[in-house]
C-alpha cells in the first residue's frame, strides 16, 4: 500500500503539470512577483496557560505538545522564510524553531517542564500554473513537492517527510491551502518508523483597520499506514492557532492567541490533547521583496 501511495500520488503531480498544455490553455502566473523574496516573518516570546490531557497514555510517543502539567508557561518562537519567484516556479524556504521551558516550585520540590520543543527546516518547490487575481483576493494555483527535516533543542528525535501535491498560494486571504500524500521516516530510537498518509492545511489572513490582521492556521495529518509499534502507532495529528496581531510600535506587535494540539493514537482510546491560551509580543521584517509593482494587462 505505500508504494501504491507515493506511486499514485507522482502520476497525479504529473497529470496536474501537464493538463493545462495538453488543453492549449493559456497559462498566466503573477507578474508582479519575481527574484528573491526575504522575510523574518515572526519572532516572539509567548505568555500562555496550558491545560493538557492524556499525556501519561502518550508518553511514549516523544512529543513534547503532550508533556508536562497543566501550567502556565513561556514560549519563544522563530519563523523565517527565504523564498524565490521565477517566472513559472516558487521554491519556498523555511526555518521554525519552537521552545518552551517552565520552572516550578513547591516548598522545596523543583519541577521542570519542557513543553515545547521543535525545529523544522523545509524546502518546497511549486509550479506556477493559474492565476486567479479576481477571486476571494487573488491567488495562484500549482502541484508542489516538499521536502521537511524535523529534530529538536533538547528533543533529539529526528524525522524525514516529503509531501507531494497541490496547493492555493500568495493570495491576499488565502496564503496557502494545500492537500497533499506524505511519506514520513521517524528516526527515533526505540520507535524507528516509516508512515504514510495525507495531509491538508490553510492559512488565512485579513487585515483590517491600520496594524492589526487577523491570523488563522489549521493542520490536519492522517495516517494511512504506520511500522510504529503497537503503543506508539499514530492515527492522526490536527494544529489549530487562531491569532489577532496589532501593532503599537512600528514592526513590534502583541496578539492574543489561542492554540490547540490534538494526537490520536491507532491502538489508544483517548486522545491526548494540548490547549493554549495568552499572548505573545512579537517582530517582524521583510529583509528583501520579491513584490514588483506594474500595470497589469487587461484580461
Known amino acids: 500500500m505505500p508504494r501504491f501511495t507515493l506511486s499514485f500520488t507522482l502520476i497525479v503531480l504529473y497529470m496536474l503539470c501537464a493538463m493545462p498544455y495538453a488543453f492549449g490553455a493559456g497559462i498566466d502566473v503573477n507578474p508582479d512577483k519575481r527574484g528573491w523574496h526575504i522575510e523574518l516573518k515572526r519572532i516572539s516570546t509567548n505568555l500562555s496557560s496550558t491545560t493538557i490531557s492524556g499525556q501519561d497514555e502518550y508518553v511514549k510517543f516523544s512529543d513534547s505538545r503532550i508533556k508536562g502539567d497543566s501550567q ?5 518562537h522563530f519563523d523565517l522564510g527565504l523564498d524565490f519567484y521565477a517566472p513559472r516556479y516558487v521554491v519556498f524556504n523555511s526555518a521554525l524553531a519552537e521552545y518552551g521551558r517552565t520552572i516550578l ?12 520543543d521543535r525545529i523544522l527546516i523545509s524546502t518546497d518547490y511549486t509550479h506556477r500554473i493559474w492565476y486567479i487575481p479576481t477571486f476571494a483576493g487573488g491567488f495562484e494555483i500549482g502541484p508542489s513537492i516538499k521536502a521537511n527535516y524535523q529534530t529538536g533543542f533538547e528533543n533529539k528525535r ?3 517527510r516529503l509531501n507531494a501535491g497541490i496547493k492555493l498560494f500568495d493570495g491576499v486571504y488565502v496564503k496557502d491551502l494545500h492537500l497533499n500524500a506524505f511519506s514520513e521516516k521517524d528516526f527515533a530510537l526505540k520507535t ?3 508512515n504514510y498518509g495525507w495531509e491538508g492545511g490553510i492559512k488565512l489572513e485579513y487585515k483590517f483597520q491600520q496594524g492589526s490582521k487577523f491570523y488563522c492556521f489549521t493542520s490536519f495529518r492522517y495516517y494511512l499506514y504506520s511500522s510504529a509499534p503497537k503503543e506508539y502507532n499514530p492515527l492522526y495529528q490536527l494544529e489549530v492557532e487562531v491569532r ?11 496578539a492574543p492567541f489561542v492554540k490547540y494540539y490534538a494526537l490520536q493514537g491507532r491502538n489508544i482510546p483517548t486522545k491526548g490533547d494540548n490547549l493554549l491560551l495568552g499572548f505573545s509580543l512579537s517582530f517582524g521584517h521583510i529583509f528583501l521583496d520579491a513584490t514588483r509593482k506594474q500595470e497589469l494587462a487587461p484580461l
Not at 105 to 116: A, D, G, Q, W
Request: glycine share 2%.
Open 192 to 194: 524507528e518508523s516509516e
Open 244 to 254: 489577532l496581531d496589532t501593532k503599537f510600535y512600528k514592526r513590534l506587535a502583541i
Open 105 to 116: 516550585v513547591r516548598e522545596n520540590e523543583k519541577i521542570s517542564n519542557t513543553t515545547l
Open 158 to 160: 529526528q524525522i524525514t
Open 72 to 76: 502556565l508557561i513561556t514560549q519563544g
